[in-house]
């Protein structure tokens, strides 16, 4: 079974603060992980996915997560905060490969909200 | 490419009622998703396709049913319609390799009153 945990279901931050959100994961397997953002009104748009090349995952727009095997984490940073970051964030696990496997389970997201 | 797209955007059902979402892709991939997203929970897996003419239940299945005749669509129904499926509702597509990653249509928001 693999379950993800994300801390805090709203985060706010000003303007040019750092950005961290939250992301514990639980698998009886090696995981592939992901973060999702979802803008108002919209579909959800992959931020990055670790599948093990790399601890350290770039994504767009200026995010970056790091996989910590030791913590069970994969949390979410950007050095910066835009107004435009301001969305809905989705943490999710699989554990690949196997019949059924390829399914993916969210956390409950967290809310961004960023303060002029 | 259009990636996924979902019709309705929008529907209010009256309770008892039923109606289809439809959802098609055209990155011809094998795999398909229908996802439920409620305010604070995430969103559940309803059902999940592995490629035509297969389909298996996701997490709450219930009241829902799926088909898939061709690889591009992946219509949802629902029969009988109650305020519990009130909801926005996902269709998603992925090739089914490791990495898994997961396109998603635009969403339908369904009422039932």
């Known amino acids: 079974a693999q379950s993800v945990t994300q801390l805090g279901s709203h985060v706010s931050v000003s303007e040019g603060a750092l950005v961290l959100l939250r992301c514990n994961y639980s698998s009886s397997v090696p995981p592939y992980l992901f973060w999702y953002v979802q803008y108002p009104n919209q579909g959800l748009q992959l931020l990055l996915k670790?599948?093990?090349?790399?601890?350290l995952v770039k994504g767009i727009n200026g995010f970056e997560a790091e996989f910590k095997k030791s913590e069970t984490s994969f949390h979410l940073t950007k050095p910066s905060a835009h107004m435009s970051d301001a969305a809905e964030y989705f943490c999710?696990?699989?554990?690949?490969?196997?019949?059924?496997?390829?399914?993916?389970?969210f956390g409950k997201g967290t809310k961004l909200s960023v303060i002029p | 490419n259009a990636g996924v797209t979902q019709t309705p955007k929008f529907r209010i059902l009256k309770i008892g009622q039923s109606m289809t979402l439809q959802c098609t892709q055209d990155m011809n991939h094998n795999y398909m998703y229908w996802y439920r997203q409620d305010p604070g929970m995430g969103l559940k897996l309803i059902y999940y396709?592995?490629?035509?003419?297969?389909?298996d239940k996701g997490e709450v299945p219930n009241g829902y049913n799926v088909s898939r005749s061709t690889t591009e669509d992946f219509p949802l129904r629902l029969e009988l319609a109650a305020p519990s499926q009130t909801s926005v509702y996902f269709c998603?597509?992925?090739?089914?390799?490791?990495?898994?990653?997961?396109?998603f249509g635009p969403g339908t928001r369904l009422t039932v009153l």
């Open positions: 396709s592995v490629g035509a003419g297969i389909t």
């Open positions: 998603a597509s992925s090739m089914g390799t490791d990495n898994n990653e997961q396109f």
């Open positions: 670790y599948t093990s090349a790399a601890t």
């Open positions: 999710a696990v699989t554990t690949g490969s196997g019949a059924g496997s390829y399914q993916l389970t």
